[in-house]
């Protein structure tokens, strides 16, 4: 107790000690000799209180969101150092690369380095290097010529060119072909590209933000990247560190997600229980903020009220660690039998809410079509 709020007992009693004591933030002032049930009262309700600020903190955080930054959330240490990089970066020439797990928000970053930089009044042009085949990823990347492979019917530029004078921000790079990275490295070293089926040569002006998931040291060490495109793309780097590293920003993003969708779905202002902090501090949130919105935009289509319960919000996120939903114990009750209970009650709700279309309240539970399907039967629906 010590440890979390200290609390030192008087020698004497004195009124006027004892009103500056609780004028200046004290719960309680006791006189010795010490009542010890009195002390283990007092004791109770400061370890409440202290527990009441925390979710309070956790629920009413301010947003710290900009137009710059593009819906980027969170106050944590380790997001002002992300927001201090971004403003040291913005202003420079050089190529960005943007690392760290999928789903924390690495376009968004990339955004920011173009809403805060020279480039701001041209194009931002974002191309998935893993979502486009590699057959077709470099005409996407530098445009072709009309004939230059069968299906080129027409002339067409590529990314390169389209931010010309902007910003293109090669996301996934990690996953771009081999053969590939020859041709991005030239244009990189020499800002002129040759468009498929054409030596004609084109000048660009493109600052180039790259991102990855991906460790490239080890697909260097692979003869998997190339060592020189690496140093081209990394003048300046950014990680990003995962949400389970920046837990109080989970609040701000809770938050932000909710009143979102709230407003999408015309339900007005969406809240979460003051007492849901421990059950979103207790998930890993492997997937990140990413995975954190689609929890509350399915926690804001299928709450039939404004506050988001408990029950909803259990059932959204199944592996949260024992300790943070031992309350469902409670009363003797079985935890099996009452995440059972839970579960029923929602997969009612998302059916209802879908109009009993099992694909689409399959989606909103997160699952898929068969594992529905699967519980359906199971609890007898």
Not at 79 to 96: D, F, T
Not at 167 to 179: K, N, Q, R
Not at 233 to 247: A, K, T, W
Not at 315 to 324: G, N
Request: hydrophobic share 45%; charged share 25%.
């Amino acid at each position: 107790m010590h440890s979390r709020c200290e609390r030192w007992p008087p020698g004497r009693g004195v009124a006027t000690t004892a009103v500056d004591a609780m004028k200046n933030g004290a719960l309680n002032y006791d006189l010795r000799p010490f009542d010890e049930p009195a002390i283990g009262g007092v004791m109770r309700n400061v370890i409440e209180l202290r527990r009441d600020q925390t979710e309070n903190r956790f629920l009413k955080q301010p947003s710290v969101a900009t137009p710059a930054f593009e819906n980027l959330i969170g106050a944590s240490p380790a997001m002002q150092l992300i927001y201090e990089m971004i403003r040291q970066v913005s202003p420079a020439k050089g190529a960005v690369l943007i690392t760290g797990e999928t789903g924390t928000g690495k376009e968004l970053v990339a955004r920011a380095i173009h809403n805060l930089g020279p480039r701001r009044d041209k194009l931002f042009v974002p191309l998935n290097c893993a979502a486009i085949p590699p057959d077709l990823l470099e005409s996407e990347l530098f445009g072709h010529v009309r004939g230059a492979f069968t299906g080129a019917q027409a002339e067409r530029i590529g990314k390169f060119e389209m931010a010309d004078g902007g910003t293109l921000f090669l996301d996934e790079i990690g996953d771009l072909a081999y053969p590939l990275q020859a041709k991005l490295l030239r244009v990189l070293q020499e800002g002129v590209l040759e468009r498929v089926g054409s030596n004609k040569p084109i000048g660009v002006d493109v600052r180039v933000v790259s991102s990855t998931n991906r460790d490239l040291a080890s697909s260097m060490r692979d003869a998997r990247f190339r060592e020189d495109l690496y140093y081209r793309l990394n003048v300046f780097h950014i990680d990003l560190p995962p949400l389970r590293e920046r837990c109080d920003d989970i609040g701000h993003l809770a938050a932000f997600f909710l009143a979102r969708a709230g407003a999408e779905l015309g339900k007005g202002a969406l809240t979460l229980r003051a007492d849901a902090a421990p059950l979103l501090l207790g998930h890993a949130w492997p997937g990140n903020v990413r995975e954190l919105r689609n929890v509350m935009q399915r926690a804001a289509v299928l709450s039939p009220a404004s506050e988001i319960d408990l029950t909803l919000l259990r059932m959204l996120l199944p592996h949260v660690r024992a300790e943070a939903v031992a309350d469902l114990a409670a009363d003797g009750l079985r935890l099996d039998a009452a995440v059972e209970e839970v579960e029923r009650k929602v997969i009612v709700r998302a059916l209802a809410v879908a109009n009993d279309k099992k694909a689409e309240a399959a989606r909103l539970l997160g699952i898929s079509e068969r594992t529905l399907w699967y519980k359906l039967k199971r609890y007898g629906l």
